[in-house]
T-cell receptor, first 107, second 116 residues
Framework: DAKTTQPTSMDCAEGRAANLPCNHS???????VYWYRQIHSQGPQYIIH???NNETNEMASLIITEDRKSSTLILPHATLRDTAVYYC????????FGKGTLLTVNP | DAGITQSPRHKVTETGTPVTLRCHQT?????MYWYRQDPGHGLRLIHY???????DKGEVSDGYSVSRSKTEDFLLTLESATSSQTSVYFC???????????????FGAGTRLSVL
């Protein structure tokens, strides 16, 4: 699986967009980019995934660069309940969770 | 939310005692997984199942056994619990093991196990 690099922590003001970056420069052609999050003491929650194209669902948008070496998860209007650790995972057959980014949404 | 129920949610036990954790799903997904989560290690796969009575080892399977006699239930057993098995255990399910456009792992709420 390709290795991912994420910032350790980020802050965001409530109501603003949160943009979480992920670098995955060794991604191979058949590997997907997955995003999960884990709110304190809860199980990981699936957010979104994509292969090449940008994706959007009710929770977030995923922007993947044309060379697929990096991606950005966008939470369009962050709320306090979005405070969590966000994991970027690149894989085609198993999930490997790294340390992720702790996003803190401030009032 | 995916229909996954883990039981018990919390358990305290003594070293050397057997412990069984249960994962129950209502989604009829073929694949089920057991992970453990510890500070500094993230989530690590213990065992997984790809069908009734079909199971395989993950990266940290020593000291654990699993069973799956029905599609909906996946049991994790610690035959003789040790303090190093104090952890939070998560069950997950997916339609397929090979990730792709329609195959996503959904996680349960977790079981917090303390071995004293």
């Amino acid at each position: 699986d390709a290795k991912t690099t994420q910032p350790t922590s980020m802050d965001c003001a409530e109501g603003r967009a949160a943009n979480l970056p992920c670098n995955h420069s060794t991604i191979s052609g058949n590997e997907y980019v997955y995003w999960y999050r884990q709110i304190h003491s809860q199980g990981p929650q699936y957010i979104i995934h994509g292969l090449k194209n940008n994706e959007t669902n009710e929770m977030a948008s995923l922007i993947i660069t044309e060379d697929r070496k990096s991606s950005t998860l966008i939470l369009p209007h962050a709320t306090l309940r979005d405070t969590a650790v966000y994991y970027c995972i690149v894989s085609n057959y198993k999930l490997t969770f790294g340390k992720g980014t702790l996003l803190t949404v401030n009032p | 939310d995916a229909g996954i129920t883990q039981s018990p949610r919390h358990k305290v036990t003594e070293t050397g005692t057997p412990v069984t954790l249960r994962c129950h799903q209502t989604e009829n997904h073929r694949y089920m997984y057991w992970y453990r989560q510890d500070p500094g290690h993230g989530l690590r796969l213990i065992h997984y199942s790809y069908g009734v009575k079909d199971t395989d080892k993950g990266e940290v399977s020593d000291g654990y056994s699993v069973s799956r006699s029905k599609t909906e239930d996946f049991l994790l057993t610690l035959e003789s619990a040790t303090s190093s098995q104090t952890s939070v255990y998560f069950c997950a399910i997916s339609e397929s093991y090979r990730l792709g456009d329609k195959n996503i792992q959904y996680f349960g709420a977790g079981t917090r196990l303390s071995v004293l």
